[in-house]
Structure formats: structure tokens, C-alpha cells
């Protein structure tokens, strides 16, 4: 058990789940500065997709294309969903 | 022994590794590019009238978004040792860890139903306003994504019931993977743009 428990995927999973309770927290908690708890929601969601690409998708194995669309797809996506919200 | 959980995706340049087969990268890149552009248009629409989406939201319980993403993260965590098994020849344990995860599946769809039914049973359809269509049209959608997901998890399950997998069974429990990290994935982007927004 304790092997599973050391394992670097172990600790991404737990990684992700502390992110998951930190975005609940800045979603319901965020005071006077909505605004940044958004951005750092919004950043905090794709960061936790590039931690799902790389260790539970195994991209971080895989051809260098492979990986570069997927990490092309993390970086511009959040920077167009951040700006469209931050532009409004 | 560490080693009883071997990397297994090698990082040597000579050996990279396509998870499963090019072929499922295809729809999950497909399938995130069509995402990407719901969450475009949800942010844009939502920038428009942030006073109306922001009062739309407060609707939501939080919480049951945030339990469905803890759901979908640990059931990833089962497919990864699932696989991780499989490649030890470990069959018994990787059946045990795609029934862990196909669970943890099912307990988002029954959340999900009770989250739709408390929404419907407020008078709260998609024909409310723009954030409720944009609500029940994404996570509707990648609903169905789920439920194709816990039939994928349910062949992979029996799959490996198999005395011996060949190289092709074990590329396809890969594909099935993969996709099922797809559906992770999507949501975790979801929970942050249909909960969380403030602002």
C-alpha cells in the first residue's frame, strides 16, 4: 500500500485534489477581488489538465508532437478563456 | 517493492510511447479543440452579461461540482493503476481498479441526475436563459461522454478477464484509458467555468 501511496501518480492525484479544494475555495470565498480568484481559477483548472496529460495520459513518454499539440491546446486555450474573461 | 510499479511510459527519446494507438489522439484532440470552442463562446457570452450569469450560478451547489470533480480525478487514479497493472500481468487487480473507477463514474451520473432534477424541479431548464442552456448543453454533453466512458471502463473490465492479453488487447486497454482521462480532463475545465466564475 505504501508503494502506492510514494508513487509519483499518487502524488499528482493528491496535487489535483488539493487544486480541486482550493478552486471550490476561491470560487465561494473570493471577496473583493472576484476577479483574480477567477484567473487564478481558470489557471489552476488547465494546469491541473496539463498534470492530467502529462502523468495520467502518459504524455510525458510520448513523440514530442503528441505532446506539443496537447500542451499547445492547455497554453492557448487558457490564455483565449482568460482574456475573453478579463477583456469583459 | 518500488519496482513492482514500473514507469511505463519510457522517457528514453528512442522508446517515446503513443498511448493506445494514434488513432484515439485523433478524437481526443478533435474532441478538445470542439470543447474549446464551448468554452470560448460560454466565456464571451458570459463577459457579455456577467450580472445575469453570475445570479444564474449562485443557483448551483458548488459542492456537488466539486465532489464530481474529486470523482473523476480518483477514478483516473484507478484507470492509471489499472493500466500500470495490466503491464505486470496483473489482471485480478487491474479488474478491481476498473470496477473502482467505473464506481466512481456511476456516482457522478446519479449526482448528476439529482443536480438536473433539483435545477428542473426549481423551474430551471435550458430554456431558462443563456447560462442555463450553456449549463445542461455541456455537462449534457459531456455527460454522454461519461456514460460512453463507463462502457468503455465495463469492455476494458472484461477484457482483462482474459488469461492472456496480447499487445493488441493491452493497446486497446491504452485507448480506452486514454479516453477515459478525456473525460476527466473536460470536466475539470467545466467545474472551473460553469461553478467557479466570479467577477
Not at chain 1, 20 to 36: D, E, F, I, M
Not at chain 2, 69 to 97: E, I, M, P
Request: charged content about 15%.
Amino acid at each position: 500500500m505504501r508503494v502506492y501511496l510514494r508513487h509519483p501518480v499518487t502524488v499528482v492525484w493528491a496535487l489535483l485534489m488539493v487544486a480541486t479544494v482550493v478552486s471550490w475555495l476561491l470560487g465561494t470565498h473570493h471577496g473583493t477581488s472576484a476577479r483574480a480568484a477567477t484567473v487564478l481559477v481558470l489557471v489552476i483548472a488547465f494546469v491541473k489538465v496539463q498534470l492530467v496529460g502529462g502523468h495520467f495520459m502518459e504524455l510525458r513518454g510520448a513523440p514530442r508532437p503528441l505532446k506539443a499539440l496537447f500542451t499547445g491546446w492547455v497554453v492557448v486555450v487558457c490564455a483565449v478563456v482568460t482574456g475573453l474573461f478579463l477583456a469583459g | 517493492m518500488p519496482e513492482l510499479l514500473t514507469t511505463p511510459a519510457p522517457t528514453d527519446p528512442e522508446r517515446r510511447h503513443v498511448p493506445g494507438e494514434y488513432g484515439i489522439w485523433v478524437f481526443i484532440l478533435g474532441d478538445m479543440t470542439l470543447f474549446a470552442a464551448f468554452f470560448g463562446v460560454f466565456v464571451r457570452d458570459r463577459a457579455r452579461q456577467p450580472a445575469a450569469f453570475t445570479e444564474s450560478q449562485a443557483t448551483l451547489h458548488i459542492a456537488f461540482g466539486a465532489v464530481n470533480t474529486c470523482l473523476l480525478l480518483t477514478g483516473s487514479l484507478f484507470v492509471v493503476w489499472a493500466v500500470q497493472a495490466v503491464r505486470r500481468d496483473d489482471n485480478a487487480a487491474a479488474r478491481r481498479f476498473l470496477a473502482a473507477a467505473w464506481v466512481c463514474a456511476a456516482v457522478f451520473g446519479l449526482d448528476k441526475v439529482l443536480e438536473y432534477a433539483d435545477k428542473v424541479t426549481h423551474g430551471l431548464t435550458p430554456a431558462t436563459n443563456d447560462y442555463f442552456m450553456y449549463f445542461f448543453m455541456f455537462t449534457g454533453i459531456h455527460a454522454l461522454h461519461l456514460v460512453i466512458g463507463m462502457v468503455v471502463l465495463a469492455h476494458l473490465r472484461r477484457l482483462c478477464a482474459r488469461p492472456v492479453l496480447t499487445a493488441a488487447n493491452v493497446r486497446t486497454i491504452e485507448v480506452g484509458a486514454s479516453y477515459w482521462h478525456l473525460v476527466d480532463l473536460l470536466w475539470v475545465v467545466l467545474f472551473a467555468l460553469l461553478y467557479l466564475m466570479a467577477g
